[in-house]
């Protein structure tokens, strides 16, 4: 006899998600992830229009991570024009994404995980126990928003990264403003890092693929080539030769799997920091160490914890960076160019991984195809592989009575799903 | 109070979740339902809702009225739970798209909510304006009624001293558009979007008249919106 159990509307995760396991004589024998979520077709949505208006509909896939969506999306139409900008200008656009990140990253970690390994059900009931922790959260994300909007206009949603540059150039003030807020982000971070580096949390082991850009000097953002488990590496035009979907029957939104195998793949903060955490700031590494944290790591637990030290290694990415931008303010904010025929594809870091836009534009600027590649759409695979394991291995080895449902709610936390983005379906050919 | 979403990006909700007097806001409420985050107590009837989100389904649709029929008032958060997001989008003549792909996924739309249920108040935007939205909850909960700013985005702008970008030959929808945003993005050296809505009294024959005496292109979808008017 096999039995079902189905963790419903799992809570303090952006989007719908259902989750069912099937249990039969002490094994699950399959797991799904179920995207729940009303359609959205902003794929579908985007053909016909006018090459400008991409990066606005585009970032509203995800109302967490919108900034990489905007710049990621502008990226993608740069490269159908084959724009080139100055480094300066990309510079001022990680800025604009590094504040998206640690801002994605703190709501995550503190507000959503954190309460499972407190023994909460929200963030509202720690506040009488936590109420500084709390405090000191809400404060970090300000800062982060703050960083994003002198530098983006706007904090969620930011509107100054458009086709061929910025819409605005911040002033030396703005920067000077920005430096002061990384700093003070920098040495408030350090006072909490180690509510979640301390966490004892599961130790289960699966060994996967792991998908992420790979840097050459720095820790990845937004460029360069993809590479699976440091091994293979493959350049952003190729990746329909690495990716491929599939859709299910029970859910709305597609799945993803690594074409040569057919195999479930990671992507996200674990995925980055295995195939690149030589390229992590000193002060970083020092916490890896000081928390005997060890990577590659194959414990998806573990995505938390490589959050956590991102938060800040990329708020000393922006510090550097703006330290280099002192007096070095580009005086062209924009480069002129020409509207062409062409295909463009940009794939970049978003907060919870690997993130693909692609988007075919003809010669009078309006999009004939669109396709949007999410990580949260990339993981689910990996997800259901995980959750599968990590539940048998619960009930196999142990007495316990395990609350199935909060432990596998727990697992699927961990990889910071973001279901409103990944539940698109239509593709337009 | 509750919170919910239907289809959206849940970027009305981060922005809310952003404003640092949120913590004050919520010592005043008593917050019984917010999936995002993981907050559901038992209860029977609700003083406020916040719905952020269009209807793209048959289940939201039922889930909006059965909010409606709890709650003493209703609020529509952001473009998509005010205009289906059509603001936004700009498929302005467009209500359903066929599709034919599996029993779940058959036809495609987007609606805002009073389509369904009667809204009490509107806070427009993709997304809501922080400061906005602020004005709206304390007026609410003092019982006051909230009034959206009538007039037009051009009117915070030119409060900001910013130059004119329809006269740099910039496709800008300022003057049609609903203002209460502080006009950001013009601010920010762009075209206003029009991602509030129509202003009061907003002459779209007019704007498409400067359009054409500057040399800017004019869209299709302002025909289309003149015909919504």
Redesign the interface.
């Known amino acids: 006899m096999s039995r079902e159990v189905v963790a419903e509307?799992i809570?303090?995760i952006?989007?719908?998600l259902n989750f069912t396991m099937i249990i039969k004589d002490h094994e699950v024998i399959d797991a799904r992830a179920e995207a729940l979520?009303?359609?959205?077709?902003l794929e579908?949505?985007l053909v016909g229009k006018?090459y400008h208006?991409i990066p606005?509909?585009a970032s509203?896939?995800?109302?967490?991570c919108?900034a990489i969506h905007k710049v990621t999306a502008v990226q993608a139409v740069e490269n159908a024009f084959n724009i080139e900008l100055p480094e300066e200008i990309n510079m001022l656009r990680k800025l604009i994404v590094i504040g998206g990140h640690l801002?994605s990253h703190l709501?995550h970690l503190y507000?959503?995980v954190l309460?499972d390994f407190l023994g909460y059900?929200?963030?509202?009931e720690m506040?009488p126990s936590h109420a500084e922790l709390?405090?000191k959260v809400?404060y970090l994300?300000?800062l982060a928003?703050v960083i994003t909007e002198l530098i983006?206009?706007?904090?969620?949603?930011p509107?100054?990264p458009?086709v061929g540059g910025l819409?605005?150039l911040p002033s030396e003030n703005a920067l000077r403003r920005a430096l002061d807020y990384a700093k003070e982000f920098k040495n408030t971070i350090y006072t909490v890092l180690e509510d979640i580096l301390s966490i004892d949390m599961p130790s289960f082991e699966r060994r996967t693929n792991y998908v992420s850009l790979k840097g050459e000097h720095e820790f990845p953002l937004l460029g360069g080539n993809v590479s699976i488990n440091s091994e293979v590496i493959f350049k952003p035009a190729e990746y329909e030769d690495y990716i491929k979907f599939v859709t299910v029957?029970y859910s709305?939104a597609r799945h993803y799997v690594l074409k040569k195998i057919g195999r479930e793949y990671m992507v996200g903060a674990l995925a980055r920091v295995n195939n690149n955490f030589k390229l992590l700031s000193d002060t970083t590494k020092e916490l890896i160490k000081t928390y005997s944290l060890q990577f590659p790591s194959y414990r998806p637990f573990d995505n938390n914890k490589a959050q956590a030290l991102e938060l800040l290694h990329f708020v000393e990415e922006a510090i550097y960076i703006l330290e280099r931008l002192k007096g070095n303010i580009p005086r062209k904010?924009k480069a002129s160019f020409k509207v062409n025929e062409g295909k463009g594809i940009s794939i970049t870091e978003a907060p919870r991984g690997l993130l693909i836009h692609h988007y075919e534009i003809n010669n009078q600027g309006l999009v004939e195809k669109a396709n949007i590649i999410t990580p949260t759409a990339q993981n689910y695979k990996c997800m259901e592989a995980d959750v599968k394991d990590y539940i048998t291995r619960l009930i196999q080895t142990s007495d316990k009575k395990w609350d199935i449902k909060f432990e596998a709610e727990k697992l699927i936390r961990a990889y910071d799903p973001c279901v409103?983005?990944s539940a698109r379906?239509?593709r337009q050919h | 109070m509750g919170i919910f979403?239907?289809?959206?990006?849940?970027?009305?909700?981060?922005?809310l979740?952003?404003m640092?007097e949120?913590?004050e806001v919520?010592n005043n409420v008593d917050?019984v339902d917010?999936?995002?985050?993981?907050?559901?107590k038992n209860y029977e009837k609700l003083n406020i809702a916040i719905v952020e989100?269009?209807?793209?389904?048959d289940e939201?649709e039922r889930e909006l009225k059965e909010i409606r029929e709890r709650a003493d008032i209703l609020i529509a958060l952001g473009d998509c739970a005010c205009n289906g997001?059509k603001f936004?989008?700009?498929?302005f003549n467009i209500n359903e798209?066929k599709?034919n792909?599996?029993r779940?996924?058959n036809v495609?739309k987007s609606h805002p909510l009073d389509k369904f249920v009667k809204v009490d108040y509107y806070i427009y935007g993709?997304?809501i304006d922080q400061e906005d939205a602020l004005t709206a909850f304390k007026d609410i909960l003092m019982g006051k009624e909230y009034r959206p700013v009538s007039y037009n985005v051009c009117a915070e702008c030119i409060l900001k001293e910013n130059a004119c970008l329809l006269d740099k030959g910039i496709q800008c929808l300022g003057p049609i558009t609903r203002g209460g945003c502080r006009a950001?993005?013009p601010?920010?050296?762009?075209e206003c979007?029009g991602c509030r809505g129509l202003a009061e009294d907003s002459n779209i024959d007019s704007l498409i008249e400067i359009y054409k005496r500057k040399g800017i292109e004019v869209?299709n979808y302002l025909r289309d919106l003149r015909g919504m008017k």
């Open positions: 509307n809570s303090r952006e989007g719908l979520e009303g359609v959205r077709l579908r949505l006018k208006e606005e509909i509203r896939m995800c109302g967490v919108q801002q709501l507000m959503f309460p059900h929200s963030i509202l506040l709390i405090r809400m994300r300000k928003n983006g206009g706007r904090a969620v949603h509107v100054t458009i819409s605005k029957e709305t904010r409103s983005c379906f239509l | 979403s239907l289809s959206s990006c849940e970027g009305c909700l981060v922005q979740l952003n640092e949120l913590l919520l917050l917010c999936r995002l985050l993981g907050v559901k989100g269009a209807v793209m389904s939201e997001s936004l989008v700009k498929d798209i599709l792909l599996s779940r996924l495609f993709c997304p950001t993005c601010s920010a050296g762009r979007i869209p």
